[in-house]
């Protein structure tokens, strides 16, 4: 049989209904041939056109992930939020507090999904003298870009833009540090392209904000938000996700005495002189150890 299939990437999905771009980068709305039940937003696709009233097209198949971003729901369970995430933007601010514990949880999360980690200081404009919080300083070291923003000035958002068009990225961060500012001011026109996809996808005109959507970035690259990416909060942890989430530890854990060492009490541990001998952060050994008594 003549193969009209085509590739596709999901914009956003409503239910059955799947709103997938084109590689000429049109949308255009499609149905689910077979029950494609973990087809979710970002998901490379092969799609046939289909010229019935029902919809434009057909996804007949979702192509292997790099990567697969799931969230805890309010049940405990886990819900998958999108595929294939380039990048994990780590928002945090002066206010509130900074949590640098979460902002290492975030960091584990990404380096197991696996995906770049940048991290967001945000309402720069708070702090005129630019004091940053100490714990900030552990994680340019480490190879994490940190950049300071202000969505209210506009400061650092040529510079964020910059980094997010280098792939996929997602942002996620603590209550009211300014996520939903963010994506205003990354994508001022938001509300008429949600208007402008609800219209499309089927979803009776409503002008839903609560499904996971990729948009293109003017800059390039692209970001993929929701309120449920958006409150994306890293899980249960195992000892392995753990020292592969933590880096310095990682590298230093190969001269520990045991190979199965998880760097707390055991005697010989690379990890644990390196902590006393400022080798690597205290405070980042200690964060992992109040990880590690959870996991
Ligand atoms: N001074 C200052 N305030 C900001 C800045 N960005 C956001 N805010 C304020 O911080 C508060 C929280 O911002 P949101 O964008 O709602 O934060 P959020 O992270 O989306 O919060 P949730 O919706 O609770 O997850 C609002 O009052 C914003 O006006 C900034 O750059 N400077
Ligand atoms: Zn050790």
Not at 62 to 84: C, F, I, M, Y
Not at 202 to 208: A, F, K, P, S, V
Not at 243 to 261: D, M
Not at 271 to 282: E, K, L, N, P, R
Request: glycine share 10%; proline share 5%.
């Amino acid at each position: 049989m003549f193969n009209h299939s085509r590739q596709g990437r999901i914009v956003r999905r409503f239910g059955a209904r799947l709103l997938v771009e084109d590689e000429a980068g049109a949308v255009v709305a499609c149905v689910t041939r077979r029950r494609l039940d973990d087809a979710v937003c970002n998901d490379a696709v092969l799609w046939e056109p289909q010229g019935d009233a029902s919809a434009d097209g057909v996804v007949t198949e979702v192509l292997p992930r790099t990567n697969l971003l799931e969230r805890v729901d309010s049940r405990g369970q886990p819900k998958r939020v999108a595929a294939n995430i380039d990048q994990l933007v780590i928002v945090c601010g002066v206010e509130p507090e900074l949590n640098a514990g979460l902002i290492d949880q975030y960091l584990v999360a990404a380096e197991n999904l696996p995906a770049r980690a940048i991290i967001v200081y945000n309402k720069i404009d708070l702090l005129p003298d630019l004091q940053l919080p100490a714990a900030l300083g552990d994680y340019p070291p480490l190879g994490y870009p940190l950049l300071l923003v202000s969505t209210k000035t506009g400061f650092g958002m040529d510079l964020l833009l910059l980094e997010l068009s280098k792939g996929t990225s997602v942002l996620v961060g603590q209550s009211g540090v300014g996520k939903s500012s963010l994506v205003k001011t990354l994508l001022p026109d938001l509300d008429i392209r949600i208007g402008a996809l609800s219209t499309m996808g089927g979803e009776g005109g409503r002008h839903t904000t609560s499904h996971t959507t990729r948009y293109a970035l003017p800059g390039g690259g692209h970001l993929i938000d929701s309120p449920g990416v958006r409150d994306f909060a890293p899980g249960a942890l195992s000892v392995a996700q753990l020292t592969r989430g933590f880096v310095e530890i990682g590298q230093i854990s190969s001269e520990c005495r045991f190979h199965n060492c998880t760097h707390r009490i055991e005697p010989g541990c690379a990890v644990m002189q390196a902590a006393v001998a400022d080798g690597i952060s205290q405070r980042r050994y200690e964060s992992y150890l109040s990880l590690l008594t959870s996991a």
